[in-house]
Nanobody
Framework: QVQLVESGGGLVQAGGSLRLSCAAS????????MGWFRQAPGKEREFVTT????????YYADSVKGRFTISRDNAKSTVYLQMNSLTPEDTAVYYC???????????????????WGQGTQVTVSS
């Protein structure tokens, strides 16, 4: 079992930055791919980014590439999402998730993640 708790959301103006954190408790944090998803009102939850077990590989949705950066600290069992150049289209609830993905498979789908946090609201004003 893995428990995930996000923090760092809030209200920011367009062009600004936020850093989200996701603290994990439970066993074997380093054995999970860690991802971030987001869900805007009236829309499906969508993939944002994911990071491999030791942080050596990262993957991003095209919509955030070059603006968002995912990182992890396995010693602290924490994953981060640095979000820069935010736009109103980034407004959503952001969820942290853990995937016990098999070697060689990059988890981008919701169904590939077995553990989820409660979400943190990010609102970008124009």
């Amino acid at each position: 079992q893995v428990q995930l708790v996000e923090s760092g959301g809030g209200l920011v103006q367009a062009g600004g930055s936020l850093r989200l954190s996701c603290a994990a408790s439970g066993r074997s944090f380093a054995s999970y791919f860690m991802g971030w998803f987001r869900q805007a009102p009236g829309k499906e939850r969508e993939f944002v980014t994911t990071i491999s077990w030791r942080g050596g590989n990262t993957y991003y949705a095209d919509s955030v590439k070059g603006r968002f950066t995912i990182s992890r600290d396995n010693a602290k069992s924490t994953v981060y999402l640095q979000m820069n150049s935010l736009t109103p289209e980034d407004t959503a609830v952001y969820y942290c998730a853990a995937s016990a993905s098999a070697f060689g498979i990059v988890p981008r789908g919701k169904s590939q993640y077995g553990y989820w946090g409660q979400g943190t609201q990010v609102t970008v004003s124009s």
